[in-house]
């Protein structure tokens, strides 16, 4: 995973003009790594581990899953964060959904450039 995502976000200028309006935090998490981010202001931050603070949502899945969602064509299933979680290789849950299903464009970039490099899906 990446620790920086605004430079891939910047390339999309779209997604930045929906960062405008939204205020929320998720987690992404492997089996190894999990990214705090923050969006709020047309700013998007990769935080530290908060401990003890709740995310609105968590996105996770296994290493290799992730790795199968970071090829340049990956294979049916793990082409968007939306399928591995019907797939049943992501889990999405949290305490407040509102922020991913009001932001889910805004979100799926976010993932792509933190996992990716790149903010497109």
């Known amino acids: 995973m990446h620790t920086e995502v605004m430079p891939a976000l910047s390339r999309n200028p779209q997604l930045l003009r929906r960062a405008q309006f939204a205020r929320f935090t998720f987690c992404v998490k492997s089996e190894t ?6 969006v709020g202001d047309g700013d998007v931050r990769v935080l530290p581990d908060l401990a003890g603070a709740e995310p609105n949502f968590t ?16 294979p049916p299933g793990y ?11 992501g889990e999405l849950d949290g305490r ?3 922020p991913f299903f009001s932001n ?13 490099g790149d903010a497109s899906w």
């Open 104 to 116: 889910i464009f805004l979100v799926k970039g976010i993932v792509a450039a933190l996992i990716k």
């Open 96 to 98: 407040d959904m509102l």
């Open 33 to 38: 790594q999990a990214r705090w981010l923050s």
């Open 79 to 89: 082409n968007d964060i939306l399928a591995m979680v019907e797939s049943g290789q």
């Open 59 to 74: 996105l996770q899945a296994r290493d290799e899953v992730w790795r199968s969602y970071a090829q340049a064509v990956p």
